[in-house]
């Protein structure tokens, strides 16, 4: 078994049987809430410091660190590995559980007031497990991606994988969208966020999806350097 089809039947475990035979289903979010938050609520905000390029994290549960304190949700994990690496740079986790990539494009906006030099999208998993059309997920993350780069950030996209359960077409649809999205706009991209994390149950909470503090180490080290490559790319404009 691949650790894609690891991570394939790991995800069917956790969602009803109804759900996943019925692509277009109402099926749960990737996670319920963890705690009380407002969906579509801007980011928190990072205290401006003058010469210190701020990287923000647009993104879901996964990012947000469910079931973790945010200290051990990789967004804080990547900014302690670059400042014990000398580079400085403040971090804010806009992480909301539950998100999709509509949610996400309905709060842009509010992310992008803070300025970040560098946009780091992870979404489009709860698209996904939920069977919304692939042109939707497609036209948002374009439009998050478009809008970032209009403000003045680098983008670095975050790719993400779904079951087998929602058919051939739809999964190969899914995971070609975010290479494609990437060449096109010009933007780097992880090829795929829980590469070496999912599909391992020692990584994962009980749910099978989210990372444990452990696996979150993983992913943290998997983005690191992609951010350092967009950070270091600053000093070159």
Aim: net charge negative.
């Amino acid at each position: 078994m691949t650790r894609t089809t690891a991570f394939a039947c790991c995800l069917l475990l956790t969602v009803p049987l109804t759900f996943a035979c019925s692509p277009q289903g109402s099926g749960p979010p990737m996670s319920a809430q963890p705690r009380p938050i407002t969906v579509n609520a801007p980011a928190p905000e990072a205290e401006p410091v003058a010469g210190v390029p701020l990287v923000v994290y647009l993104g879901d549960s996964l990012t947000a660190g469910y079931g973790l304190e945010e200290a051990q949700a990789f967004p804080a994990l990547v900014a302690a590995r670059l400042t014990a690496e000398g580079t400085a740079q403040r971090t804010v986790n806009a992480g909301v559980s539950g998100d999709t990539t509509a949610a996400g494009l309905a709060r842009i906006d509010w992310v992008l007031e803070q300025q970040p030099a560098v946009l780091v999208v992870g979404l489009g998993g709860n698209d996904g497990l939920r069977g919304l059309p692939l042109t939707e997920t497609e036209r948002n993350l374009r439009e998050i991606v478009k809008k970032g780069q209009a403000a003045g950030a680098r983008v670095i996209l975050l790719g993400m994988k779904i079951p087998p359960s929602y058919g051939a077409d739809y999964v190969a649809g899914f995971e070609g969208l975010y290479p494609r999205l990437a060449r096109e706009l010009g933007v780097a991209l992880v090829p795929f966020l829980l590469e070496g994390v999912a599909g391992k149950p020692e990584l994962n909470l009980p749910d099978g999806i989210h990372p444990t503090a452990a696996g979150q180490q993983i992913v943290a080290a998997t983005v690191a350097p992609y951010v350092r490559a967009a950070l270091g790319g600053l000093e070159e404009r």
